[in-house]
C-alpha cells in the first residue's frame, strides 16, 4: 500500500506539473495546482483501493491518476474574454 501511495502521489504531482506548465494563464498559483494533483492522487488511490481491494497495482494508479485529472480539472478558469475593439471605435 506504501508503494501505491508514493506512485499515486508521484503521479499526481506530475500531471499537475504538466497541467501547470501547459495551462499557466488558466490555472491559480503554481503551489495550488502541484498540492491538488498529489492530494488527488492518493486520495484517487485510497479510493480505488478501497474499492478493488489488495493486488491491483496498476489499476490502483489508473484510478489515482484519473481522480488527480478530474480535481485538476475543477480549478481550470474559463479563457479570458477580450473585446475587440474597431479601429474607429
Do not use: K, N, Y
Request: no cysteine.
Amino acid at each position: 500500500m506504501f508503494l501505491e501511495a508514493l506512485g499515486s502521489a508521484l503521479l499526481g504531482f506530475a500531471l499537475a506539473w504538466a497541467a501547470a506548465h501547459r495551462l499557466a494563464d488558466r490555472l491559480p498559483a503554481r503551489g495550488t495546482v502541484l498540492t491538488t494533483g498529489a492530494v488527488g492522487g492518493v486520495f484517487g488511490a485510497l479510493v480505488t483501493h478501497g474499492a478493488l481491494g489488495p493486488g491491483h497495482f496498476l489499476a490502483t494508479l489508473i484510478g489515482a491518476v484519473a481522480v488527480a485529472a478530474v480535481l485538476l480539472s475543477l480549478l481550470i478558469r474559463p479563457a479570458s474574454r477580450r473585446l475587440r475593439r474597431s479601429a474607429a471605435a
